[in-house]
């Protein structure tokens, strides 16, 4: 079945650097784009980047811009977060997403369940 599957999170200090996986199967990974989102605790849910099938990246959230990253590996089927410099305002929850339709915008439809990122 299609599935996502975020590892890579865990309790990290203030400065200190983590990258999160995404693992995808039961679809054509290499055809769609891949989102990271993440929602902290009694927050909205956030938007932090896209990683398009060729593998160019834009990272939209303006909190985030200089110090995260996003990378792919169609080979792996794996999208990737490199983050840099972590601040306690990024203690959330992290997910990758992605459309049916393989399209960067909009409402997304194939979400994983999440890793836990915390920064003291």
């Known amino acids: 079945q299609v599935q996502l599957v975020e590892s890579g999170g865990g309790s990290v200090q203030a400065g200190g650097s983590l990258r999160l996986s995404c693992v995808a199967s039961g679809f054509r990974f290499s055809t769609k784009c891949m989102v990271w989102h993440r929602q902290a605790p009694g927050k909205e849910r956030e938007r932090i980047g896209i990683v398009r099938t060729g593998g160019a990246s834009t990272v939209t959230s303006d909190s985030v811009k200089s110090r995260f990253t996003i990378s792919r590996d169609n080979a792996k089927n794996t999208v990737y977060l490199e983050m840099n410099s972590l601040k306690p305002e990024d203690t959330a929850t992290y997910y990758c997403?992605?459309?049916?339709?393989?399209?960067?915008?909009?409402?997304?439809?194939?979400w994983g369940q999440g890793t836990q990122v915390t920064v003291s």
């Open positions: 997403a992605a459309r049916g339709d393989g399209s960067c915008w909009g409402d997304y439809n194939i």
